[in-house]
C-alpha cells in the first residue's frame, strides 16, 4: 500500500492530482465523476468578470428599451445579473459539497480590483475550501510598461488575502520578462500556492477563407517540458506550494512534476481525451512505479531532482543548442 497522501496549501488530499479549471468541473455531475475517478480535489471552472459584464450588456440591450436613462434600474440590472452568475455558483458549490468528500477549490478571473475581492469574499462564503486566481490578460498594450502586469497581480494577491481566510492560490503564464522574480515576489505577496502555468485560448488561421479561428484548445504530452524546467528551478527557492499545469497526461509525467518539487499536479487536457476515467490510470500507474523504485510515500521522492546552484544548474538553465547538450548527431541525418 502506497502513500500519496498531500498537504497542499494547508488542505490534506489523499493524492497529489487535482482536476485544473475547465468546463468539466462546471456541473455537479463532471465533480462527482472526477471524484469517483480518484482525483484528489477539483478547481472549479472559473467565474469570468468579463463574461459577467457581456451578459449584463446583453440583457440590457435585448430588454431595457424605455427604461434606457433610468440609472437606478440600471443599477439594479447590473446587481441583479452579477448576483445570478455568484448565486449559481453558491449553488453549485454547496451541491458539490453534499455530493463529493474532496475539497473544491474557486477559480477566478476578474478585470477589475474591486470586483476580484468581492467575488472572492462571495466564494469563500459559499464555501470554497481554497481560491485560486487566474490572472493573465494577454499584454498587448505598447504603452504599457514592463512591471504594470506584474504590480497588478501583486496588489489582487494582497488585497485577496487581507480579506479571506481560505487559502489562495495564484495560476500564472510562462510570460514574463523575470518569470523567477514574479513567483518570489508572489510568494512574497502572500500566495499560499502558484500553479504554473496556464495553457490559453490560441489562435489559428484558415488559409483558404483569411478566418481567424480557434487553434487547438488541449494540450500534447510533450507540453510538459516548459513547466518541468521551471517547477524545478523555483521548488527550492520558494516555501509556498507549486501546483503543475500543462502537458500532464501520464503518470511519468506526473512523476517528473513531483520529483522536481511540485506538491500537486493538474490534469485537464488528458481528462477530455480520454476520459475521466483515465486518472484511475494514472494513479494505478504512479504506485507500480513507487514500488518498483522501493518508495512508500509521495514525500520521498518529492524534489528529488530540483534545480540546485551546484549541481544539475547547467541542464536548466541552458536554452540554446549547443554541441555539447543537443545530444543530436547530425550525422545521423546527413
Ligand atoms: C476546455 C478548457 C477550459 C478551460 N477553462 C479554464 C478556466 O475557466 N480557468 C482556468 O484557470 N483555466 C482553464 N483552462 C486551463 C486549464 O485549467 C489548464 O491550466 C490548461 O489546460 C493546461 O493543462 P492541460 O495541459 O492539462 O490541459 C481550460 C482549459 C481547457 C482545455
Redesign the pocket.
Known sequence: MKILDTKYMGLRLKNPIIA????LTSTVEGIKKLAESGVAAV?L??V?EEEVIKEHEETLKNNLGAFENNMEFLDYFDYQIKDDVLKNMASLIEEAKKEVDIPIIG?L?CATSGEWISYAKQLEKAGVDAL?L?VFKLPFDVEMEADAQEKLYLSIIEKIKEQVKIPVAI?IAPYSSNLAALVKKLESAGADAI?M????YNVDFDIMTDEVKAGN???SEQ??YNTLRWVSIMSGKVSCDLSA?????SAETAIKMLMAGTTTV???????KDGIGSVAGILKNIELWMDKRGYVSVDEFRGSVHHEPTENSERFERVQFMKYFSGHNPQQIL
Not at 493538474?266 to 477530455?272: D, E, F, I, M
Request: a positive charge.
Open positions: 485544473g479549471s475547465c468546463g478547481v471552472k472559473s469570468f477559480s478571473n485560486e487566474n495560476k500553479t502555468f496556464n495553457r490559453f484548445p488541449y494540450s507540453d510538459y499545469s500543462t502537458g500532464i497526461h493538474q490534469v485537464v487536457s488528458k481528462l477530455y
